[in-house]
């Protein structure tokens, strides 16, 4: 059974850093694609990154250059590196886990079927 877990979540200055991980047990497909979505109350949720079992990353536009994400296979924990954060960044964050997600993964929530309870992200000017 999958099991995903967010943490790393905080307040945060504009500008400032954060580093959100998302530790995940029973993730046992050979393929498979994990992201991090993020939502504010009223939107919908919104794809912000990928990262596929070999290794391909996607990403948003919004955050492109900004955002990073990474993967420890050893320790099973996806990371989610956040620089130069911004108030639009504001937005409750979850990690989640597809069987097959597309290639490269999809951003489109629908796709995932595993998901953690998420980690609040607050960035104040």
């Known amino acids: 059974q999958v099991q995903l877990m967010e943490s790393g979540g905080g307040s945060e200055q504009v500008g400032g850093s954060l580093r959100l991980s998302c530790a995940y047990s029973?993730?046992?497909?050979?393929?498979?694609?994990m992201a991090w979505f993020r939502q504010v109350p009223g939107k919908e949720r919104e794809g912000v990154a990928t990262?596929?079992?070999?290794?391909?990353?996607t990403s948003a536009d919004s955050v492109k250059g900004r955002f990073t994400i990474s993967k420890d296979n050893a320790r099973n924990i996806m990371y989610l590196q956040m620089d130069n954060l911004k108030p639009e960044d504001t937005a409750m964050y979850y990690c989640?886990?597809?069987?097959?997600?597309?290639?490269?993964?999809?951003?489109?929530?629908?796709?995932?079927?595993?998901w953690g309870p998420g980690t609040q992200v607050t960035v104040s000017a």
């Open positions: 989640a886990a597809a069987g097959w997600g597309g290639a490269p993964c999809s951003q489109h929530p629908l796709i995932y079927a595993k």
């Open positions: 029973g993730v046992t497909y050979s393929t498979y694609c």
């Open positions: 990262i596929k079992s070999d290794g391909t990353t």
